[in-house]
């Protein structure tokens, strides 16, 4: 059995951490820092901590009810690699994610290197910005997960598209995003730190403005079917807003997905 106070020694030399990964028998990296695995940016670094292992779980179950045998799964901007992680415990074929940052592609690793939980094999990380991935040379994934990057691009429709031509059956679309001005159907540029972990490294980047400007962005790149599957509106403490859709490329596979119809 490894040696809990070890690891949970290493886990706090590699914080701020933003996901919440089972190790093993009740022992995770969120756990480490509070007891249900989540904690409030002020109180981890400026960096949320997140659990989000059930509501990834019964979204793709509606997605993939045999679960994801024999299936390609791109996580861009993976982060310390939860998803991944999850994606090949649904038992898919090969998993990549790649972050830009060194940061949380060290501690993918590490959770690669120590988790007994499920399997961890068929796993790949790398620290690679999206704008790099075209020269890879990658085969196509059958689900992609963008989820938190594209707010952080300085050309969010070619990091997208880059991402899309990558994608034979789903993506799963993650964004925040800025109430519209005066213009209403269109993106709000913003400025943002290159050295917080939680920031891109481009400093210029765009909040979409609303579910009809991404429902239009993702049907132009061949996604034929959208539903969104949650949508934070905007709080007055929090001018930010969250939405996710789950975009397919053919017309009817979402059919038995529960979310409101974007197109």
């Known amino acids: 059995m490894p040696d809990r106070e070890v690891l949970a020694e290493k886990i706090r030399a590699l914080r701020p951490w933003h996901h919440d990964i089972e190790l093993f028998d009740d022992f995770s990296t969120g756990k480490v820092f509070s007891p249900d695995g989540k904690l409030a940016g002020k109180d981890n670094d400026g960096v949320s901590l997140i659990s989000p292992r059930s509501r990834y779980f019964g979204r793709m179950r509606q997605l993939f009810p045999e679960g994801l045998s024999g299936k390609h799964f791109l996580d861009c901007a993976c982060n310390a690699g939860a998803y991944c992680f999850w994606a090949r415990e649904l038992d898919a074929e090969r998993v990549v994610g790649f972050d830009v940052r060194e940061h949380w592609i060290e501690q993918a690793k590490f959770v690669q290197q120590h988790r007994t939980f499920q399997p961890v094999d068929r796993i790949e990380f790398f620290v690679r910005d999206l704008y790099d991935l075209p020269g890879l040379g990658l085969d196509p994934f059958d689900v992609t997960y963008f989820s938190g990057i594209f707010y952080h691009l300085p050309d969010p429709i070619t990091g997208l598209k880059i991402a899309a031509d990558l994608t034979r059956e789903i993506m799963i679309f993650n964004t925040a995003m800025m109430p519209p001005g005066d213009y209403q159907n269109g993106m709000t540029i913003a ?28 049907l132009w790149m061949g996604f034929k079917e959208q539903k969104i599957s949650m949508l934070n509106e905007n709080k007055t403490d929090a001018p930010r807003s969250r939405i996710e859709i789950i975009a397919a490329r053919e017309r009817g596979r979402l059919e038995n997905f529960d979310g409101e119809v974007l197109v």
């Open 191 to 218: 400025h943002e730190s290159r050295t917080k972990v939680m920031s891109g490294v481009h400093e210029l980047s765009w909040f979409p403005n609303n579910k009809e400007t991404l429902r239009d962005i993702l």
